[in-house]
């Protein structure tokens, strides 16, 4: 069974920075593109970042880019989302989702359970 | 970036009904369209892949349509577990960008 587990979420004041963590399991992580798509409290879906099996191509929203990076590990099954520089508008459940693979990008087809991130003072 | 915009934003509608869902693309996405649910508190599960490709697993009463900028996505006997918000979702270009959703209730 795909299983995918957020951690890292929390409270940080504005400025401040977060590490955000997804262990996968249930499929072969190596194989797959990865992504973090967030979800402010009571509004729609963005997506955030795209990393690919390898971790050659990247890809950011506009919003975040400078400011997040996102990372892998095969080894450990684990993808990252260090997030610096936080703004109250990045307050959010961030999840992280894998890609249904083959040629297309961004089709979300497992996700996490996501976690949250608020940032205030 | 392409803007997606998803109508209505809500709707109430009786057990078995057919329900209907547009969006539109701002330029033309081809078929590279996907519809999701997200029950509240959840993750959203997605449920069409390329405009109309029904993902392994989901109820053969949902179904989606469309190509080019206007796309269709209908529950054609609604059933009370189905009460969740609806996002399209294009990724004919990035940023990929999703629908403003539509949230479906019981009447």
């Known amino acids: 069974e795909v299983q995918l587990v957020e951690s890292g979420g929390g409270l940080v004041q504005p400025g401040g920075s977060l590490r955000l963590s997804c262990a996968a399991s249930g499929f072969t992580f190596s194989s797959y593109s990865m992504n973090w798509v967030r979800q402010a409290p009571g509004k729609g879906l963005e997506w955030v970042s795209y990393i690919s099996s390898s971790s050659s191509t990247i890809y950011y929203a506009d919003s975040v880019k400078g400011r997040f990076t996102i990372s892998r590990d095969n080894a450990k099954n684990s993808l990252y989302l260090q997030m610096n520089s936080l703004r109250d508008e990045d307050t959010a459940v961030y999840y992280c989702?894998?890609?249904?693979?083959?040629?297309?990008?961004?089709?979300?087809?497992?996700w996490g359970q996501g976690t949250l991130v608020t940032v205030s003072s | 970036d392409i803007q997606m915009t998803q109508s209505p934003s809500s709707l109430s509608a009786s057990v078995g009904d057919r329900v209907t869902i547009t969006c539109q693309a701002s330029?033309?996405?081809?078929?590279?369209l996907n519809w999701y649910q997200q029950k509240p508190g959840k993750a959203p599960k997605l449920l069409i892949y390329d405009a109309s490709n029904l993902e392994t697993g989901v109820p053969s009463r949902f179904s989606g349509s469309g190509s080019g900028t206007d796309f269709t996505f209908t529950i054609s006997s609604l059933q009370p577990e189905d009460i969740a918000t609806y996002y399209c979702q294009q990724y004919d270009n990035l940023p990929s960008t999703f629908g403003g959703g539509t949230k479906v209730e019981i009447k």
């Open positions: 989702a894998r890609d249904m693979g083959g040629t297309a990008m961004v089709i979300f087809d497992y």
């Open positions: 330029q033309d996405i081809s078929n590279y």
